[in-house]
């Protein structure tokens, strides 16, 4: 009987970080990221997609304001916490990445936030990669905006491995961010911001 095992070579994640660091003083906007040991580079947010973190940073504000929601912060992912991920935003209290380097401790994020893009992979990585490097990471709230689909979703309990809770609306729909956010949504200003 003949085993087969994963032939990839590994990287490590100081050699990743460090790759990074260079791509990103190379390339002005170059933002890469590393989950289940695949370097995936991320696209730059178009005007839409920062409306959208302006609305939600608005609402946030609003509801929260002894939290932050701390834009394109480097975080420390996956179970281990050997991943590197570059979550669009990230609801935390406001000083809690004080004093850390480009990629952060994740035990003060109460919210991880995406909005899809238009790149080939976003799917894959938004839908699929991401709430599962988020639940391992032990993030309470991964909420997802779709603007392909234009729809939101919220992902919430995570268990270790994966999403126990999965709410998925419409634009135009409410949504509840549960606890520890605690804020409902409303989405219809989210058709505004759709090609």
Do not use: N
Not at 3 to 18: G, I, K, L, N, S
Not at 49 to 59: D, G, K, P
Not at 96 to 121: K, R
Request: net charge negative; hydrophobic share 35%; aromatic share 8%.
């Amino acid at each position: 009987m003949t085993v087969m095992t994963d032939q990839r070579p590994h990287m490590r994640t100081e050699d990743f970080e460090a790759v990074a660091r260079i791509a990103a003083g190379e390339r002005e906007g170059t933002r890469l990221e590393f989950i289940d040991g695949v370097i995936r580079s991320k696209a730059m947010p178009d005007g839409d997609h920062q409306m959208i973190i302006q609305w939600l940073t608005r609402i946030c504000m609003q509801h929260r304001p002894e939290l932050w929601l701390h834009g394109g912060q480097g975080i420390k992912a996956q179970e281990y916490r050997g991943g590197r991920a570059i979550p669009d935003a990230v609801l935390a209290p406001s000083k809690a990445f004080v004093g850390q380097g480009d990629w952060v401790d994740p035990d003060p994020i109460l919210m991880a936030v995406e909005v899809t893009s238009w790149d080939a992979d976003t799917h894959r990585r938004d839908h699929v990669e991401k709430p599962r490097a988020y639940a391992e990471t032990g993030i309470p709230v991964y909420l997802l905006i779709d603007r392909a689909k234009c729809e939101v979703t919220v992902y919430s309990q995570p268990d270790g491995r994966r999403y126990e809770s999965i709410h998925i609306v419409p634009y135009s729909s409410d949504i509840a961010l549960p606890d520890p956010v605690g804020i409902t949504l409303q989405t219809e200003v989210l058709k505004d911001w759709v090609r």
